[in-house]
């Protein structure tokens, strides 16, 4: 398994901007299909993101156009570009490792997570 760290969260304004970083250990980190889910108070978990070892790349409707998944394997690294935020963007972001490479909308298919970072947009 990979140990992943979050980073980048904040509060931002409505039509603002943010990246959040996701930094992973381990030497197999090229090998993961990576994610970013986000989980709103009273809301379940949710797919916003998802890299897959091979560079396809999956969006939930609602961020097609404003948000951009990408990695960087030298650095270990995959990131969420997110643009155009709104107000109904706010929640706590998760990164996510899924072993195999492949990309699944179940977030019970993802065998490591980060701690979570907080992003509040102000409307």
């Known amino acids: 398994q990979v140990q992943l760290v979050e980073s980048g969260g904040g509060l931002v304004q409505a039509g603002g901007s943010l990246r959040l970083s996701c930094a992973a250990s381990?030497?197999?980190?090229?090998?993961?299909?990576m994610a970013w889910f986000r989980q709103a108070p009273g809301k379940e978990r949710e797919l916003v993101a998802a890299?897959?070892?091979?560079?396809?790349?999956y969006y939930a409707d609602s961020v097609k156009g404003r948000f951009t998944i990408s990695r960087d394997n030298a650095k270990n690294t995959v990131y969420l570009q997110m643009n155009s935020l709104k107000a109904e963007d706010t929640a706590v972001y998760y990164c996510?490792?899924?072993?195999?490479?492949?990309?699944?909308?179940?977030?019970?298919?993802?065998?490591?997570w980060g701690q979570g970072t907080q992003v509040t947009v102000s409307s």
């Open positions: 890299l897959s070892s091979g560079g396809s790349t």
């Open positions: 996510a490792a899924g072993y195999g490479g492949y990309i699944s909308t179940n977030w019970a298919s993802y065998s490591s």
């Open positions: 381990g030497r197999t980190f090229r090998t993961y299909a």
